[in-house]
């Protein structure tokens, strides 16, 4: 696959000026075989709309509702206005903080794929998973319980090893290129075109580790956390993602 991948989960952090410095200061030379994109809070996306470099923009999470009375949430098409053409689903801290099912993460990303956004679903293992070496059940258990032969072509699965998750313990290459290869099997298998999806790997992303990843042959890319706050890290990682496909 030529084309790398490197979308920066904000999570709950930031503020307008933050974004206007953060604007100001990325600088990575675009590519056509590298998106590049940030997923700020809700709020900010408005202040993000003119990223420079072509940086694209992407949700958080959005309903599994088009639209109606659900106080507090955002719809796909609302994300769309904004110049969202991603949107995160099923991430552990939303599994975890707001009890996220599998049947709602589905949910979620058939309403976000008709509306136009294309899914980033997350999967990944707790330590104690890995502990009593069961990754790799679970890991197809979740792409199982969320994807079918009906799941929309338009997909990007990231792999995010909850022990990885803010942490500075990134999985290993050879840990992360070995599950995308569990999960490229579990995607061919599930769905018409799993042999296409990008899978990206998440879980202390940052520039030093970056290239590593980005050399494995199962990986597509980066979801970034932490190192995606500051925009010269963030755009480091960006240039190890065209440095790899150039090598
Ligand atoms: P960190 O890069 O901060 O570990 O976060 C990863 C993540 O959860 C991205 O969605």
Request: hydrophobic share 45%.
């Amino acid at each position: 696959m030529n084309k790398r991948y490197v979308i920066g989960n904000w999570k709950m952090h930031g503020s307008l000026a933050m974004v206007d410095a953060f604007s100001r200061a990325l600088a990575y030379a675009p590519s056509p075989d590298v998106v590049a994109a940030i997923a700020p809070p809700h709020p900010y996306l408005g202040a993000c709309s003119d990223l420079p470099h072509g940086c694209g923009l992407a949700g958080q999470d959005c309903s599994a509702h088009d639209n109606g009375a659900h106080t507090g949430e955002v719809s796909a098409s609302m994300l769309i206005e904004w110049g969202c053409g991603w949107v995160i689903l099923g991430h552990s801290e939303r599994r975890t903080d707001l009890a996220e099912s599998d049947q709602l993460i589905a949910a979620k990303l058939a309403t976000a794929s008709s509306a136009g956004l294309i899914p980033v679903l997350c999967v990944g293992e707790s330590l104690a998973v890995r502990d009593a070496g069961r990754e790799e059940t679970v890991v197809r258990e979740q792409l199982r319980a969320v994807l079918s032969e009906q799941s929309p072509a338009s997909l990007l699965v990231a792999y995010e090893p909850i022990w990885a998750i803010g942490t500075g313990v990134t999985a290993s290459p050879e840990q992360a290129n070995a599950m995308h290869a569990v999960i490229r099997d579990e995607l061919t298998a599930l769905t018409e075109d799993g042999a296409s999806v990008p899978l990206l790997y998440g879980g202390s992303v940052n520039p030093d580790n970056a290239r590593g990843l980005f050399d494995c042959p199962h990986v597509d890319g980066a979801l970034v956390g932490g190192a995606s706050l500051d925009a010269t890290s963030f755009s480091k990682i960006v240039e190890a993602a065209q440095a790899s496909l150039e090598k």
